[in-house]
Structure formats: C-alpha cells, structure tokens
C-alpha cells in the first residue's frame, strides 16, 4: 500500500522504517531535512509539505507529531492534510494529544469525507524499534478493521477502544495511573528503607503482596534493586520526566473539561512539575524516588 508519514522523530522514524520492511511503500515530509533524509535512504519519497504530500495517491496517512499544536496544524491548515487529500482516504494520528483536539480534528476530517482514527501509542522508542507497540485505537470498527493489518506493521497489541478520541482517553488514564503508582512505590521503598530495611528484601515482599504493581515489579525505582531498568544506570533512558510531565497534564487538562476529579493524578502532574523545575526533566520518570531519598 502507498502510505503518507508526516512526524519523523524519535517514534515516528522507525514506526515508518517498520513500514518500508514490511513491503509498503511510503511518501513521508518532517520539518527536520536531516529526519526526512533518513527515512529517503531506507527508501522512502520525500514530500516538500503536507499538501504535496496530501496530493499523491497515498491510500492511508500516519501522523506522528508532538503535541496538539502540531497536530491541528497539520492537519486544519490552510496547506494542511485535510484541505488537499482525496476523499476517503484513511487518516491515522499517533501523536499523544488530548482527547477533545482528537475529537476535534476526527469531526473535521469525516466532514471532509475521510474517515479518521486517533491510535496513540505505548511502548516507547525501543518498542517503535522492535515493532512491539500497543496502539489504542478509537474511531469507528470498519476503519479500525482497514488500518489493523497497516498498524500490525509497527504494533503487537491493537485495541479498539471505541469511537473517536478514545484512544487518547485510554493512553492518559493509563499513564496517569503509572505516573501516580510510580511515586506510590518511590514512596514506600523510600519509607522503608529509611526505617532500616533491605531495599531488595522490602521489594521482593512487596512484589509476592498486595503492593504490587508494574512500577515495582517491573520498574523498580530504587537504585540496585532491579537490573536492566533506568535506576540502574543513573536514570538515564527510558521515559522521560517531562515526557510523564506532558501525559500528566493532559489527564489533568481532559479531567478538567469532562469536570471529574483526580486528586492523585493532579498532585502526580505538580510532583513531576516540581522535579522537572529543579532540572530533571530529562531523567527518567523512575528518578522521582530523588523527592524522598537524599542519596537517591
Ligand atoms: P519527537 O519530538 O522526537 O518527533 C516529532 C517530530 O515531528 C520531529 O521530527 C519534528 O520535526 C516533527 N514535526 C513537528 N512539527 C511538524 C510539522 N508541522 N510537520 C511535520 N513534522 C513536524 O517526538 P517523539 O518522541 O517521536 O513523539 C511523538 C509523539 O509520540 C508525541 O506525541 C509523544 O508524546 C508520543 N510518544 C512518545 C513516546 C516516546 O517514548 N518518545 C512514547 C509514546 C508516545
């Protein structure tokens, strides 16, 4: 199939290589030359802009894009996707926005006549990598069933979360629920190790109890308990705090709007902030232990 990629950055470029090794063939623009350069010598085309790109005879475009700034841009714009493409083609966004911006831009593109889904993404670069995203997909079920076999390219897990924006509401409840176990955890290895127990003896309890969760037994935020995860080399790698930081604010922004309560999530959102302020916006989201622990 001849696809569109616009956003090739740290997903989105080897989400679109993952594309080319599986026999499609691609058109891709980025505002980064060196981006599109890349993805030229794997043996993409090159598109001068959204609309150039728009105006091929791509069957599907993927965007992969900051933030929902980029997004409405990309795709409202006066050059942008929606006033240029054919009608009827399918239009995916990856990017991690808001789920009212998905909503927003889902309405317009089917006004337009061109069926939209928002498919954000976990599993980070090394998933991107690997081809072992989960992809959390919301639009209607007969293009969720048309893009599956594309997004099965660059995914493993492909749910159908239900009707558009839906997706993105998946991805922030989920993150904002890792952010707030996160601190959980940093919290009680912290508090135990300060009343004089074994880091790993207290994280082998807690991951046989009801303590339990993936930031602790998968993730272990204190130094030298776990092997091969962030806190064991410095929280370097892995998912960025300011990363988290953006996820927290937009459960934050969305509960605001839908005026739902989230009371841990908001005070996750002003710990990350507080952590990044002081100039750890580039650690790991692990790092966050740094709060409770002076050596940390
Ligand atoms: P990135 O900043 O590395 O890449 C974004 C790319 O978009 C850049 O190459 C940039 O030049 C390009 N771009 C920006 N504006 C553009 C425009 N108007 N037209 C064309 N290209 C434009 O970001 P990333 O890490 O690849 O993340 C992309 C999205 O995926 C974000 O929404 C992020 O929240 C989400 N995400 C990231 C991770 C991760 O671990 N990095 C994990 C899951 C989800």
New binding site residues.
Partial sequence: MHIGF???????APMARNLLKAGHALTV????AT?VSGLVEAGATAAAS?AALAKTDVALIIT????AA?VK??YLGEDGLLANVQPGVLLIDS???DPMSAREVAKAAVARGNPMLDA???G??GGAAAGTLTFMVGGEAADFDHAQPILAAMGKNIVHCGGAGNGQVAKVANNMLLGISMIGVAEAMALGVALGMDASVLAGVINTSSGRCWSSDSYNPFPEVMDNVPAARGYSGG?GTD?ML?DLGLATEAAKQARQPVLLGATAQQLYQSFSQQGHGGLDFSAIIKLYRQEG
């Fill in positions: 616009l956003g090739l950055g740290n997903m989105g623009f980025d505002l980064s981006a959204p992969m894009l900051p933030a980029h841009g990309v990017s991690t926005i954000p993404v976990s980070g670069t998912f990363l953006k």
